[in-house]
């Protein structure tokens, strides 16, 4: 489906706002120093916001709105589930350090497929947590510039899918412990341009 020959090598440096009625929440920023990276075709950022940016030149500014049908779709309810609380357990003894009220957890299901959740409540008996996209439910505004624009080099594309079998973080952020996203809409690493706490 992608050809690799024609894969772009893309830093583009933003502010993230959600977009309601008559406002604008402030989200997040990547700046210039400090870019979001990606590259096309591997579905490492939401479709729609690759297909808005990847025609753009070096230098160019954009400011696009992505309706929530484009970005992570419908809050639902029925993604808040309650777990039991000794999956939280180690050795016996519940993980404190780790499992509170507004962390957010790596987990994974039984396929293997990994993805993170907000942990809502903790009980006695139960942790219930969010698994719905923190942006969910929400438009996006993206105002930016594209800091670079070009095709990528072998290198890079092999070093983009070490990182999305595992091997590295892929983001181009310092730090991708605690708050980072799963790369956008895809489980495929960890795309900080949306480190969505």
Same mark, same amino acid.
């Given at each position: 489906?992608?050809?690799?020959?024609?894969?772009?090598?893309?830093?583009?440096?933003?502010?993230?706002?959600?977009?309601?009625?008559?406002?604008?929440?402030?989200?997040?920023?990547?700046?210039?120093?400090?870019?979001?990276?990606?590259?096309?075709?591997?579905?490492?950022?939401?479709?729609?916001?690759?297909?808005?940016?990847?025609?753009?030149?070096?230098?160019?500014?954009?400011?696009?709105?992505?309706?929530? #049908?484009?970005?992570?779709?419908?809050? #639902? #309810?029925?993604?808040?589930?309650?777990?039991?609380?000794?999956?939280?357990?180690?050795?016996?003894?519940?993980?404190?350090?780790?499992?509170?009220?507004d962390a957010i957890l790596p987990l994974q299901n039984e396929d293997g497929q990994r993805f993170f959740g907000k942990v809502l409540e903790i009980t006695d008996t139960h942790v219930k947590i969010d698994l719905n996209h923190p942006l969910a439910g929400k438009e996006l505004n993206f105002n930016g510039k594209v800091i670079e624009n070009r095709e990528?080099?072998?290198?890079?594309?092999?070093?983009?899918?070490?990182?999305?079998?595992?091997?590295?973080?892929?983001?181009?952020?310092?730090?991708?412990?605690?708050?980072?996203?799963?790369?956008?809409?895809?489980?495929?690493?960890?795309?900080?341009?949306?480190?969505?706490?």
């Amino acid at each position: 489906m992608e050809n690799k020959t024609t894969s772009k090598y893309i830093a583009v440096a933003y502010k993230l706002y959600a977009a309601g009625e008559h406002t604008l929440e402030f989200i997040e920023e990547a700046t210039a120093e400090k870019p979001f990276l990606f590259i096309s075709g591997f579905g490492i950022t939401l479709d729609e916001f690759e297909k808005k940016i990847i025609g753009l030149e070096k230098g160019e500014q954009f400011n696009f709105t992505l309706t929530k #049908e484009q970005a992570y779709g419908d809050y #639902e #309810e029925e993604r808040v589930v309650e777990l039991e609380r000794e999956i939280f357990s180690i050795n016996g003894h519940f993980d404190h350090e780790n499992v509170f009220v507004d962390a957010i957890l790596p987990l994974q299901n039984e396929d293997g497929q990994r993805f993170f959740g907000k942990v809502l409540e903790i009980t006695d008996t139960h942790v219930k947590i969010d698994l719905n996209h923190p942006l969910a439910g929400k438009e996006l505004n993206f105002n930016g510039k594209v800091i670079e624009n070009r095709e990528a080099t072998k290198e890079e594309i092999q070093q983009m899918l070490n990182q999305m079998s595992g091997e590295g973080c892929g983001c181009g952020c310092d730090d991708c412990g605690g708050g980072c996203e799963e790369g956008h809409q895809h489980d495929s690493g960890c795309g900080c341009g949306h480190c969505h706490h």
